[in-house]
């Protein structure tokens, strides 16, 4: 059973469009974050939230929208997609902050 | 502002050695080191969490080791295997920071 699971794992889409990212963790776990890795294959935050709130919005655009219904879910949308967009999008989940993280497989989001 | 550090970007040893992977991070003020593996293509894999009041975890053929005064981890690999070759990261958290920073990562093939 997977811990933390994303879908989808591959999104092709055209430049303008609105897309989604689903994440959810099924380890009871309280925080949860969204990663961006770049074409260099570096991690850099995007948002963290603890209980379904919004801790960190590690200046990302506006574009990009996460939302966390319950503890176990946190999705990422994004609007209006631009070429930079284009990456490999991590869900990330641990108990607390400064526990263990577990990620997701990623999302390899390809902007034409 | 943290800084993580990883050296060398890449390296390649035959199977069977012993090897060495380095960590350095500029603020000493952190509450946990994280070291993870990740396959091309795939998410990334935990291996080891130390906390900061330790100085070591052991798991299998991996040794990770934590030096906070000089801002250092070492991943130690026993006995290389082919199987053991990705990019290994490392990432640090601070206290009430809500965020893991990653380092660059070094990419590692073991040649049989």
Known sequence: ?112 | KQEVTQIPAALSVPEGENLVLNCSFTDSAIYNLQWFRQDPGKGLTSLLLIQSSQREQTSGRLNASLDKSSGRSTLYIAASQPGDSATYLCAVTTSGTYKYIFGTGTRLKVLA
């Open chain 1, 1 to 112: 059973d997977t811990a933390v699971s994303q879908t989808p794992k591959y999104l092709v889409t055209q430049m303008g469009n609105d897309k989604s990212i689903k994440c959810e963790q099924n380890l009871g776990h309280d925080t949860m974050y969204w990663y961006k890795q770049d074409s260099k294959k570096f991690l850099k935050i995007m948002f963290s939230y603890n209980n379904k709130e919004l801790i960190i919005n590690e200046t990302v655009p506006n574009r990009f929208s996460p939302k966390s219904p319950d503890k176990a879910h946190l999705n990422l949308h994004i609007n209006s997609l631009e070429l930079g967009d284009s990456a490999v999008y991590f869900c990330a989940s641990s108990q607390t902050e400064n526990t263990e993280a577990f990620f997701g497989q990623g999302t390899r989001l390809t902007v034409v």
